[in-house]
T-cell receptor, first 111, second 115 residues
């Protein structure tokens, strides 16, 4: 059961690159790392998922070192609309595993 | 729009009562997940169903129960409600469940207020 640790909050400015790191020291071999974004009173939305090295899509990049004990979500050139809570989720969906989102990181973007 | 629908959007009830929340997954998705989110709290995983069968259980109280029907929609039943049960309840769906991690698509949630 991989517990995750993220910063509680982060602040940045429009146009900056934001990196949010998640620690998951006891990640299992079959576990993937997934990041979700949640706006107030809305359901979380999938951002990106990876297993190792680097993954990039149109929204973000995910960097995972070789030991996979941490991961970093990178948001390029953030805007005010990126203000949200970001959750790192690690684990599989086998019947023996639980799904733990953790407290997330509250990202605030200023003009 | 994720394709997951939840009804009702809002629900106000009294302590001791019982309510049913409904979720329709995305077309083709076989798994349904239920989550509880209290004010300014993280998401608490409650339970997962896959193709009608319970697949994984989280921090679900004995007063709560769920099921997934043959048409794959799911219902979460909350009984003997307490003030502390007031929260946003989210449903999510995914195509399947396997050893790898499935992307979940979340519904808009049901806001429950227990008075």
């Amino acid at each position: 059961l991989a517990k995750t640790t993220q910063p509680i909050s982060m602040d940045s400015y429009e146009g900056q690159e934001v990196n949010i790191t998640c620690s998951h020291n006891n990640i299992a071999t079959n576990d993937y790392i997934t990041w979700y974004q949640q706006f107030p009173s809305q359901g979380p939305r999938f951002i990106i998922q990876g297993y190792k090295t680097k993954v990039t899509n149109e929204v973000a990049s995910l960097f995972i070192p070789a030991d996979r004990k941490s991961s970093t979500l990178s948001l390029p050139r953030v805007s005010l609309s990126d203000t949200a809570v970001y959750y790192c989720l690690v684990g599989g969906y086998s019947s023996a595993s639980k799904i733990i989102f953790g407290s997330g990181t509250r990202l605030s973007i200023r003009p | 729009d994720s394709g997951v629908t939840q009804t009702p959007k809002h629900l106000i009830t009294a302590t001791g009562q019982r309510v049913t929340l409904r979720c329709s997954p995305r077309s083709g998705d076989l798994s349904v997940y239920w989550y509880q989110q209290s004010l300014d709290q993280g998401l608490q995983f409650l339970i997962q169903y896959y193709n009608g069968e319970e697949r994984a259980k989280g921090n679900i109280l004995e007063r709560f129960s769920a099921q997934q029907f043959p048409d794959l929609h799911s219902e979460l039943n909350l009984s003997s409600l307490e003030l502390g049960d007031s929260a946003l309840y989210f449903c999510a769906s995914s195509f399947r469940t396997s050893g790898s991690q499935e992307t979940q698509y979340f519904g808009p949630g049901t806001r429950l207020l227990v008075l």
